[in-house]
Structure formats: structure tokens, C-alpha cells
């Protein structure tokens, strides 16, 4: 098993930054990518970003030039720094990472969720 906190998150003005972090403990032979979604009440959750272990990142394209996604693989953390910041950024921002079994099968864990609000 994978355990995932997240840390950070919170209130912040339009147009400020905020940054979240997550940590990954447990069973872990190794981290394949490592990502953040986000979900609001009545609408499915959603991919922000994501980073390869190589340090390939994918964002969407509505916090594109906006978030930075980023990993530091000798700490199983990865972080989302968010600039920029909109109301409709507020959601439950969601750490999830895939981690290999001893056979090489893919696992999705999750975190527990942090909140990020936005105020206007």
C-alpha cells in the first residue's frame, strides 16, 4: 500500500499564489508519474497536471502558464505551485501517483484532498 498527504492548499486572493505538496510513503519500489486533479461539488474530477519520473510534465490548458507542477524523486514528493490564481481555480486539489507491484502492474493511489479557494 501507498499512503499520500498533501499539505499546503488554503484561502487566497484573485490574482495570488499558492502552493501544495505531496508525500508518498509505504510500499514503494518506485513512483511512475505523479499528478494533481482537482474536483468541485456536481462535476468530475479532473486532471491539472502531471509529471513523468523523468520529469516530463503534462498541464491542462486552462492552468497552462499558470502552474508548475515539479518532483523531487529522492523525497517520493511532488509539488504544484499556482500563480495567477482564479475563482474557478477553487476546488479540492487531489496528489495521485502510480506505483508499479513487484510484477510491473500500475497503481493509482490518492491523497485525501486539500482545499484551494480562490476569493474574487
Known amino acids: 500500500q501507498v499512503q499520500l498527504v498533501e499539505s499546503g492548499g488554503g484561502l487566497v486572493q484573485a490574482g495570488g499564489s499558492l502552493s501544495v505538496s505531496c508525500v508518498a510513503s509505504?510500499?514503494?519500489?518506485?513512483?511512475?508519474?505523479m499528478g494533481w486533479y482537482r474536483q468541485v461539488p456536481g462535476r468530475q474530477r479532473e486532471l491539472v497536471a502531471f509529471?513523468?519520473?523523468?520529469?516530463?510534465?503534462n498541464y491542462a490548458g486552462s492552468v497552462k502558464g499558470r502552474f508548475t507542477i515539479s518532483r523531487d524523486n529522492a523525497k517520493n514528493t511532488v509539488y504544484l505551485r499556482m500563480n495567477s490564481l482564479k475563482p474557478e481555480d477553487t476546488a479540492v486539489y487531489y496528489c495521485?501517483?502510480?506505483?508499479?507491484?513487484?510484477?510491473?502492474?500500475?497503481?493509482?493511489?490518492w491523497g485525501q484532498g486539500t482545499q484551494v479557494t480562490v476569493s474574487s
Open positions: 495521485n501517483a502510480r506505483t508499479p507491484d513487484t510484477r510491473g502492474i500500475l497503481y493509482a493511489f
Open positions: 509529471i513523468t519520473s523523468g520529469g516530463t510534465s
Open positions: 509505504g510500499s514503494i519500489i518506485s513512483i511512475d508519474t
